[in-house]
T-cell receptor, first 115, second 109 residues
Framework: DTGVSQNPRHKITKRGQNVTFRCDPI?????LYWYRQTLGQGPEFLTY????????KSRLLSDRFSAERPKGSFSTLEIQRTEQGDSAMYLC?????????????FGAGSRLTVL | KNEVEQSPQNLTAQEGEFITINCSYS?????LHWLQQHPGGGIVSLFM???GKKKHGRLIATINIQEKHSSLHITASHPRDSAVYIC???????????FGQGTRLTINP
């Protein structure tokens, strides 16, 4: 396990369809984060897990978005009834604690295009 | 106003030039990260610092906690340094990072 793995790398879907992204973190990392990045912007925080518990959820995350980490290992991010505004890169990161701060390792991202 | 602001948003320079990217933040932080993002989405952590200065190869990162400001410098820039550079602040007491908007750097040969 050499890094954070995200699948699929690209997803093109029609408006109204559901999509699911998967993130496999670094195995020793107990924290897992989802971020969303649109063109020309820095990543925006969506949600965060410690082990299987979802501890924080951004106001950006409407009720069409749901994230799970059922066994404290991989995580899924599902978007229901996709809208064109959901088109973005969805980034996953896992972390460990060092010197009072989280050191994050990012996956390559899953790019969503909603037509 | 974003809690983390970067400048400039875009920077184009010639190979060999000394590059400076600035990051200012308005909240208390426990650490600040400098990240590099190449086209295609992959983000790589360059530095995590909470005080002073760190150096890695041609990259230097500094932070002034009192002034709430950090800089990333690249010496002897090279076209392969072309990427988006993002600063991200680890907010005190919180588990998440707050990101700046990124600086798109283009180094021409």
């Amino acid at each position: 396990d050499t890094g954070v793995s995200q699948n699929p790398r690209h997803k093109i879907t029609k408006r109204g369809q559901n999509v699911t992204f998967r993130c496999d973190p670094i195995s020793e990392h107990n924290r897992l984060y989802w971020y969303r990045q649109t063109l020309g912007q820095g990543p925006e925080f969506l949600t965060y897990f410690q082990n299987e518990a979802q501890l924080e959820k951004s106001r950006l995350l409407s009720d069409r978005f749901s994230a799970e980490r059922p066994k404290g290992s991989f995580s899924t991010l599902e978007i229901q009834r996709t809208e064109q505004g959901d088109s973005a890169m969805y980034l996953c990161a896992s972390s460990f604690w060092l010197s009072g701060a989280n050191v994050l390792t990012f996956g390559a991202g899953s790019r969503l295009t909603v037509l | 106003k974003n809690e983390v602001e970067q400048s400039p948003q875009n920077l184009t320079a010639q190979e060999g030039e000394f590059i400076t990217i600035n990051c200012s933040y308005s909240v208390g932080i426990s650490a600040l990260h400098w990240l590099q993002q190449h086209p295609g989405g992959g983000i790589v952590s360059l530095f995590m610092l909470s005080s002073g200065k760190k150096k890695h190869g041609r990259l230097i990162a500094t932070i002034n906690i009192q002034e709430k400001h950090s800089s990333l410098h690249i010496t002897a820039s090279h076209p392969r340094d072309s990427a988006v550079y993002i600063c991200a602040a680890h907010i005190q007491g919180a588990q998440k990072l707050v990101f700046g908007q990124g600086t798109r750097l283009t180094i021409n040969p």
